[in-house]
């Protein structure tokens, strides 16, 4: 495996990793068009990985504030500094983030109260049981809790919101406000700052039951999301680009009031796709099919989108193949490695930072249809699967690090009663994503409880 650990580079750094081509300001939008698949040996390929090797195609990002914070993970910074479409960009993975985050919360709390249910759970428990078993689309489930739960001052506001969105026809995302969330002062550059109180209730035996809400991540993907529409609203593909980002990322409750992606491969800006898994438009499309049908999605895309092509190799009896995956990825890093070194051999090498082209540029594909085949397994009845896929994309580093899908990795285990990874992300991200913190309070509850539940003679996990 190549390493892909890289030092972090800050500010005008990030000019040194592409060589001394310069520092230019950001080119206006140009139309990427739509070409094979299939790598040729031309100057000019539909991957972002290899077209962008070229100086005259990178060094427009290289001196902007906001691609120089995302190259570094630095997502705060990455937010604070941009604008326009890259600005557009960044604020719908950051909704993706959220939503992940609250299907974590949710998937924790559901299994901390359900499958490890303990007699001493306080009756307020049945609150935020209600809200996990809604936003995973159980709507029964939740609304006999709300609706049996007993009248509780502290959680009037929060459950008389539930309640009135429960009851309607759901065609419509629910507006909620409170929540320990407020977008006062906040702005496009500026997200709410997160209100980090929770919860707490005097118990019978002068303890506190303190549990911490979920729907302030509903909250905060629905405020990055408005941020993105607001961004892009004078463009043409405005809806179909944010229908198309955030579908692989949805919460199941929300399947009763969003839009069916569109199937167009669009025309986009490098904004879009630079140091990102989608290596064209066509990943993109086709990640945003998946859920609604692995398999017609793959028959769908597999001539536009090289993921898909790559993943129909890969299947056998309709399921895919993990190892036939794992070292298709490899070669298809070997393969992009190859076709850079060969569009860059007119540059002289002492112009050239070898190991962002050459080793970071490649991992990017690599890790890009592991991120897919582990999506594509997930909703192609294959969670083993995966979930093996899943921990390879884990030892990522650096600019290939995605907090997008780790968080979705980590509702994954949560689900699955496995809390450990998901503690050590929630830690980990917690000084870019402060949020974050609010689903350890479940996570922390559930570990807890595996491990009083865990046998003598073996670990909890």
């Not at 962002?356 to 192609?380: D, V």
């Not at 990522?396 to 997008?404: E, F, L, N, T, W």
């Amino acid at each position: 495996m190549i390493n892909t650990t890289i030092k972090y580079f800050f500010g005008c750094a990030f000019c040194s990793l592409v060589g001394i081509w310069g520092c230019g300001n950001k080119e206006s939008e140009e139309n990427v068009s739509q070409k094979s698949v299939h790598i040729e040996a031309s100057k000019d390929s539909s991957f972002w990985v290899n077209r962008l090797v070229r100086p005259e195609k990178l060094s427009p990002f290289v001196q902007d504030l906001g691609w120089q914070s995302y190259y570094n993970r630095n997502f705060q910074d990455t937010i604070r500094n941009a604008s326009g479409v890259s600005l557009a960009r960044y604020h719908l993975e950051h909704s993706a983030l959220y939503r992940q985050a609250l299907l974590m919360h949710s998937n924790a709390t559901k299994m901390l109260y359900t499958e490890y249910k303990s007699d001493e759970d306080p009756v307020q428990h049945q609150y935020f049981l209600a809200v996990a078993y809604i936003t995973l689309g159980e709507y029964e489930k939740g609304q006999n809790l709300l609706d049996s739960l007993p009248e509780e001052p502290i959680l009037q506001g929060a459950v008389s919101q539930w309640k009135s969105w429960i009851s309607t026809d759901k065609k419509s995302p629910p507006e909620f406000s409170g929540f320990s969330f407020s977008d006062e002062n906040s702005t496009v550059n500026s997200p709410p700052t997160w209100n980090e109180n929770t919860y707490a209730f005097s118990l019978s035996n002068g303890s506190f039951y303190e549990p911490s809400e979920g729907t302030t991540f509903w909250l905060l993907a629905r405020w990055h999301e408005k941020q993105a529409r607001d961004l892009l609203k004078d463009l043409s593909y405005s809806k179909d680009v944010i229908e198309q980002w955030l579908s692989p990322w949805r919460l199941p409750f929300e399947s009763s009031f969003s839009p069916a992606p569109s199937k167009k491969i669009l025309s986009l800006t490098d904004d879009w796709l630079l140091f990102g898994f989608y290596l064209d438009t066509a990943d993109l499309a086709f990640a945003s099919a998946i859920p609604n049908g692995a398999g017609a999605s793959l028959k769908e895309f597999s001539k536009d989108s090289l993921l898909a092509q790559e993943i129909e190799k890969c299947i056998s009896d309709s399921k895919l193949n993990t190892e036939c995956l794992v070292d298709a990825s490899m070669a298809l890093e070997e393969r992009m490695r190859s076709f850079n070194k060969e569009q860059t051999k007119d540059i002289p090498v002492e112009q050239l930072n070898a190991e962002l082209l050459y080793e970071i540029f490649p991992s990017f594909a690599r890790y890009s249809l592991l991120r897919m085949g582990a999506f594509f397994a997930l909703h192609n009845d294959q969670s083993r699967d995966s979930g093996i896929l899943q921990i390879m994309i884990r030892e990522a580093s650096g600019p290939i690090r995605d907090p997008v899908f780790l968080t979705f990795f980590s509702a994954w285990d949560a689900g699955n009663g496995a809390t450990l990874r998901a503690q050590d992300l929630v830690h980990e991200m917690s000084s870019e994503f402060s949020p974050l913190q609010n689903a350890r309070v479940p996570l922390d509850f559930l570990h807890i409880r595996l491990g009083r539940n865990a046998v003598p003679s073996g670990a909890s996990h």
